[in-house]
Every structure is written in C-alpha cells, then in structure tokens.
C-alpha cells in the first residue's frame, strides 16, 4: 500500500479492530479512557521526562498531566449519557432515526508545544477514541520517550479491557515521508493535525487528492488579536499592560492561542500601556524554546518584523532568544500583510489605532483567529456592542476582559476558528464538541424495531 511497512501494519490492525471497537459498548469505552487517564498519572517521572525533552518546566509538565487526564475522563462521562451520540426520532411516513457512527480509523499528529494535552493521549485521540475510531498517532520527534511511555499506558489499558491492539499505534519517523504516506492510506478516514500552516496545508492537498478524500482537522496559525477600547485603557492601562506582557511572554509565548497582536486606541492611556509593558517585557529572562528548529523560525520572524519599515522595537526581554515587544500604527498595519504573520513565540506587536473605523478596516484585512479578545470600560458599550459581532466573524472564541492563553476544558469549548486558525472552523479539537469530528449521522428509515440499533428502538 505504501513505502512504509509500519504504516500498512498500523492501518490494517486498525481496519481491522475497527469493525469490533465500533461496536463496544459505551460503557466499556469509559472505563477504557478511565483506565488510560489513571495509567498516565501513574508513570513515574513523566513531568521530567517532559521537561528533558522539551525544556517545559517540570510544573508545567504536571499540570499539563492533569489536563490530558481530565480530557480523557472528561469523555468517560459524556459516554455515561446516552445523549452523547444524539440520537433522533422523528416517526410518520416515512419513520426515521438517527444515530452517529464512527467514522473508521484516524491518525492524529501529536504537537511539539503540548506534548501530553495534544499528542498520543491527548484531545484528538481521546475524542476519537471516544467516538469509536481506531487512532494511528504519527509522534512528534519532538518528545519521542514522551509519547512512548503514553503509548504504553494505553496499550496497558487495552490488554485490562480485552480491547484489540490495533485500537491504537504510535508511529515514529518523518512527517514528510512517513507521516504523508499515513494521510494517504486508503484506510485513514480522517486526520486531526496541531503544528505549522506549512505541514497543514500539505497534509489538507494529500487529503484532497486522494482517490476517496477525507476531512483534515488541522489547527495551525493564529495572531489572537486584543482589542482595547478607548474607556478600558482610560480605567486601567497599567493593569492591562501587566495582564497582557503575562500572557504573551507565558512559556516563551509558545502557545497557539499568545496574543501576537493588540489594537489600543491612541491616546494617553495607550502611552501608560506602552510604558508598563515595555518594562515587563525588558524584565523577562529568555528561556530554552522547544525545538532548535522552533527558535530559528521565531529568531527569522524577529528579525522579519524588525525590519519591516514602520515598526519600532518597545522593549525586549534579556537573553536569547528574547521576548520582544514592537509598535507600529493602523495605516502601516494596513499596508503590510507581513505584519498581521505568526510569530511562534513571545513576540508582540502594538498597533496604535485613531478611530472605530480603523479597528472595522483592520478587522477585514485580519485571517482567521482562534481567539480574539476585547477590553472596555466605561463609554465603551456601543463600539463594543459593533464590535462583536465583526469578531464572531473572525474567530472561534471570543474573550471579554481577559487573556486567550490558557483554554478551559469543557462542554462548550471552541478551540478552532476559520482558517488559517483551521482548516474547518465547523470543529473544535478541544471540548466535547470535538468528538463530532470523528463521527458520521446515519439515518434508518421504516426500520422494523429488531433490525434498530437499541439506542433508536
Ligand atoms: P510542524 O513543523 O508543523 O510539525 C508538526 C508535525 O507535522 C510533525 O510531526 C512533523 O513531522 C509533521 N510534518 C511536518 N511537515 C509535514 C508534511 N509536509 N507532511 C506531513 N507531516 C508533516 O510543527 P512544529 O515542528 O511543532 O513547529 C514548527 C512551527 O509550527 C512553529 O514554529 C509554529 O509556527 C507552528 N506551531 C503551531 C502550533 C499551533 O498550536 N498552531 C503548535 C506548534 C507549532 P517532522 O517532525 O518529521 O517534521
């Protein structure tokens, strides 16, 4: 089938504990996603393990323990409720019923920036898993010892639940060769992917071309813009630059959802903002990003934005590679799309903007977002009130007051956006909405009651 004897392996054992993993109870899939979470917070030294390979601190790596673990229980309870697959009646002439069936085998590319909570246990593979799906795990060669112990953690838990092994693979080797040899097998049905617009977009065009193409769920580039209207800088803009430098500069700035961009209304609030962020920003100590590979696209997108005519370095951090905080104004934002471009990592710029019209102008040149986040005050409610309904436009979670790092885990979560935040804004790979990516209704019509599945008889 392919150049790749362990990816052929890897999709017939799925293919084939598809036809009996599909058919599993619920239940039984519960307490198997109960029983992963519980065998990943029993690996001894897998924060350090985490901080070895990717330089995250041993803290960091915990918590993020604790999220993945949350994640997978998190779809143990949707299972509990028969709702989860939402089903459907509507009887007459013609009867008809609907359920949602697993989609078939899936592979999922683990991330280099969170490798628990979006790699071989992480949100993808627990929704698809949940759903019914067999994983295929294309590993990040960022973490390799990392998804290894994982991967035995869930190889355990399908011996404890006599599930079949194909259920799940890890695979090692070159996204390029190995992992596009993956996409294209005719026994993947769909591929959720976290990394770079680059290797999205590849995966998507192999996806596409295929004699029997297949959805992508690729996450991939988002600037998260802040927008802070002219009564919030007025109430508080010494309180804002803090809230704001923390969370760009927050671990390296190495998360999908690090607000890249703020549009601060000119004035003497927009000055106190400058001058208070400026000075956390000089006081931020570099630290050891994740990859070499990583550092080097942030230095290239440093020295890309350093150069662009019209912009002017606020402040940076100490150390290299350095947290750097830039300003420009709205017309030369609206005159380079290079500087609306992700920066992986803690750089940010600051677009002084005069009017509403100019943020309405601004937000129509802007790509698709993750997260868009808006600050007001006192005076602001009508601009804010205009503004919303743009940003639905624009991105898949809205923040009023606050800051887009850290995405809470729950029943109405919205990780994804339109592209390039995705490649389908209809998903989420966070939430319990996301195991609707790998699932498919069907529906039954003038069924006699025997030949139902239960939950539809
Ligand atoms: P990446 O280069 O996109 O790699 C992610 C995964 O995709 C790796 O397993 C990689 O395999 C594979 N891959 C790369 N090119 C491919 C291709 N043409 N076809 C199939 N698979 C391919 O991401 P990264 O190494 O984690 O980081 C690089 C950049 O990605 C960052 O600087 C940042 O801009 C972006 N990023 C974004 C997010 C986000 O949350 N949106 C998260 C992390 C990174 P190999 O390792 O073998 O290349």
């Not at 017939?12 to 504990?17: D, Q, R």
């Not at 606020?314 to 934002?333: H, I, N």
Request: net charge negative.
């Amino acid at each position: 089938m392919s150049t790749f004897p362990e990816v052929d392996q890897a999709v017939a054992a799925a293919t084939a504990a598809f036809a009996a993993y599909r058919q599993t109870a619920p239940r039984v899939r519960a307490a198997f996603l109960d029983s992963i979470a519980d065998r990943i917070e029993a690996i001894p030294d897998l924060p350090e393990t985490v901080h070895r390979e990717t330089h995250l601190p041993v803290a960091r790596a915990e918590n993020e323990r604790g999220r993945t673990c949350n994640q997978l229980r998190m779809f143990a309870r949707l299972l509990e409720d028969p709702a989860w697959n939402r089903p459907r009646t509507a009887p007459g002439e013609p009867d008809l019923r609907l359920r949602h069936v697993p989609l078939g085998p899936v592979a999922v590319f683990g991330a280099s920036n969170f490798p628990l909570a979006f790699s071989a246990a992480g949100g993808d593979t627990a929704a698809a898993l949940a759903a019914g799906a067999p994983v295929v795990v294309k590993a990040h060669e960022a973490h390799p010892d990392t998804s290894r112990l994982v991967g035995d953690a869930i190889r355990d838990a399908l011996k404890e639940h006599g599930l079949p092994e194909g259920v799940f693979t890890l695979l090692f080797g070159p996204g390029r060769t190995l992992g596009q040899a993956l996409v294209a097998h005719p026994g993947i049905k769909a591929v959720a992917f976290t990394g770079s617009r680059a290797a999205g977009l590849a995966i998507a065009a192999t996806a596409a071309a295929r004699p029997v193409p297949i959805p992508v769920y690729a996450e991939m580039s988002s600037v998260n813009p802040v927008f802070l209207l002219p009564g919030a800088l007025a109430d508080d803009a010494e309180g804002l630059a803090r809230g704001f430098a923390a969370s760009a500069v927050l671990g390296s700035g190495q998360f999908c959802t690090n607000p890249g961009l703020v549009f601060a209304r000119t004035g003497n609030g927009l000055d106190a903002f400058l001058k208070t962020a400026a000075s956390s920003f000089a006081e931020t100590p570099a630290q050891p990003m994740l990859t070499d590979g990583i550092r080097a696209a942030y230095e290239t997108g440093r020295e890309r934005l350093a150069a662009l005519p019209g912009t002017e370095l606020v402040a940076q951090g100490t150390g290299e590679p350095a947290a750097a905080l830039y300003r420009t104004d709205a017309a030369t934002f609206l005159a380079e799309p290079a500087l609306r471009e992700e920066i992986f990592g803690a750089t940010s710029l600051v677009v002084a903007v005069d009017s509403e019209v100019e943020t309405h102008r601004i937000i129509d040149v802007l790509e698709g977002q993750l997260t868009a986040t808006i600050h007001t005050g006192a005076g602001d409610a009508e601009e804010a009130a205009r503004l919303v309904p743009r940003l639905e436009l624009l991105a898949g979670r809205i923040v009023h007051g606050g800051w887009p790092t850290g995405v809470a885990v729950g029943e109405a979560t919205v990780h994804g956006g339109p592209f390039p935040a995705t490649t389908d804004a209809r998903t989420t790979s966070v939430g319990t909405l996301a195991i609707d990516r790998f699932l498919r209704p069907v529906a039954y019509q003038d069924f006699p009651a025997a030949l139902l599945p239960e939950e539809l008889r």
